[in-house]
Structure formats: C-alpha cells, structure tokens
Nanobody
C-alpha cells in the first residue's frame, strides 16, 4: 500500500517562498507521474503541476507558471514543489498525488490513484 506524506507547508508573506516535499513509501516510482494539487476553502481541488517519474517531463497550471517549479528525486522517491513569489491567492491545502500508470504529466486528478493528506500553505498580504 503506497503512502504519500507531504511536508514543508506554513505561513509566509506575499512575495516569499516555500518548498513542499512529498515522500512516497510502499512503492518505487520509476514510471507514471507525480503531481501537486491544491484546494482553497469553498473551492474545488485544482491542478498545480505534474512531472513524469522517468523522463522528468513537466506541466504547470497557468496561474503558477514561472513561479513554481516541480522536481523529483527518483533515488529518494520524492516529488518536490518550489514555490516562489507567493501570492495570497496561493493560500490552500496542497496535496501530493501519484500514479504508476502512463508516461504523461497528467493534470486530471482522476488519473492519480495515490494521495497524501495535504499540507497547509498560507500567504499573508
């Protein structure tokens, strides 16, 4: 049974940076993709960024492009999200997701079969 555990969330002022990390256990990810989604209060969970485990191909949502960077460490079985130039509208619970299927950095959440519990990111103005 795969487990995903996020870390690195917290409170930061607008314009600041945070780095989220997601550690996977119970399964070695050498195929498929890892991703980050987020959910703000009263809103649906939305896609942030995704990366393929093998080639490292990435895709980003338009609202984070140029500010966030997703990466993976195959040796450590982790996927990370570096968030720079944070804005108050980035405030949300951030979830890590993973799938072993396919070779595309999916933005559709239904294609991921493993999820973390989430980590809170709060950006103050």
């Amino acid at each position: 049974q795969v487990q995903l555990v996020e870390s690195g969330g917290g409170l930061v002022q607008a314009g600041g940076s945070l780095r989220l990390s997601c550690a996977a256990s119970g399964r070695t990810f050498n195929s498929g993709a890892g991703a980050w989604f987020r959910q703000a209060p009263g809103k649906e969970r939305e896609f942030v960024a995704a990366i393929t485990w093998y080639f490292g191909n990435t895709v980003y949502a338009d609202y984070v492009k140029g500010r966030f960077t997703i990466s993976r460490d195959n040796a450590k079985n982790t996927v990370n999200l570096q968030m720079n130039s944070l804005k108050p509208e980035d405030t949300a619970v951030y979830y890590c997701a993973a799938t072993r299927s396919g070779s595309t950095p999916y933005s559709n959440r239904i294609l991921y079969d493993a999820w973390g519990q989430g980590t809170q990111v709060t950006v103050s103005s």
